[in-house]
């Protein structure tokens, strides 16, 4: 069981936009805005794509985009493309004895 | 470009100790802007923090595997380390090490990652 909840899958077609929850408590999402997203392609290791909430590390396209709600982290991918195809993640620094936590992970399929 | 790079054992029997270690080339391990961390993933799986060393040599680890968890850090080498002794084969995944940002602790940089795995 992971500590931040996210859907298992999301689909979308190129050029539609798709958006990922991440779902903590007031100890960790909801208490910092110290939440990160990762992108992950078979094989590789995972990618930073998203910082702090909503910033974007220099060569992540703009397409990318972070944001919180209360518990509630999103990642936002618009005009999809067949290469952000991946798994993503999300973490969150955390007040509890972890000190960091991981989303179980989203399987994001380009239709 | 900061550039990191896992090497050690990629089998080890049940029982024993598996033992990392992750070299920083194109940057001090010593900046004081950040801290290094190891991270695994079992097949299939989402990932898991395993722990942190600061540059003073502070850690902290999950707690979930703190009775079996060591994690070192070499300036000289530019290395930190990490050794999980008693493995199972649940212990089996890809280990990863990271940067991570001192205050918000995301992972700006990370090792192509290595495959242990546990069996006799």
């Known amino acids: 069981q992971s500590a931040l909840t996210q859907p298992a899958s999301v689909s979308g077609s190129p050029g539609q936009s798709i958006t990922i929850s991440c779902t903590g408590t007031s100890s960790d999402v909801g208490g910092y805005n110290y939440v990160s997203w990762y992108q992950q392609h078979p094989g590789k290791a995972p990618k930073l794509m998203i910082y702090d909430v909503s910033n974007r590390p220099s060569g992540v396209p703009d397409r990318f985009s972070g944001s919180k709600s209360g518990n509630t982290a999103s990642l936002t991918i618009s005009g999809l493309q067949a290469e952000d195809e991946a798994d993503y993640y999300c973490?969150?620094?955390?007040?509890?004895?972890?000190?960091?936590?991981f989303g179980g992970g989203t399987k994001l399929t380009v239709l | 470009q900061v550039q990191l790079q896992e090497s050690g054992p990629g089998l080890v029997k049940p029982s024993q100790t598996l033992s990392l270690t992750c070299t920083v080339s194109g940057g001090s391990i010593s900046s004081g802007s950040y801290y290094w961390s190891w991270i695994r993933q079992p097949a299939g799986k989402g990932l898991e923090w395993i722990g942190r060393i600061y540059t003073s040599g502070s850690t902290n680890y999950n707690p979930s595997l703190k009775s079996r968890v060591t994690i070192s850090v070499d300036t000289s080498k530019n290395q930190f380390s990490l050794k999980l002794s008693s493995v199972t084969a649940a212990d089996t995944a890809v280990y990863y090490c990271a940067r991570n940002h001192l205050i918000s602790g995301y992972a700006d940089y990370w090792g192509q990652g290595t495959l242990v795995t546990v069996s006799s």
């Open positions: 973490s969150s620094y955390t007040s509890s004895s972890t000190f960091v936590v």
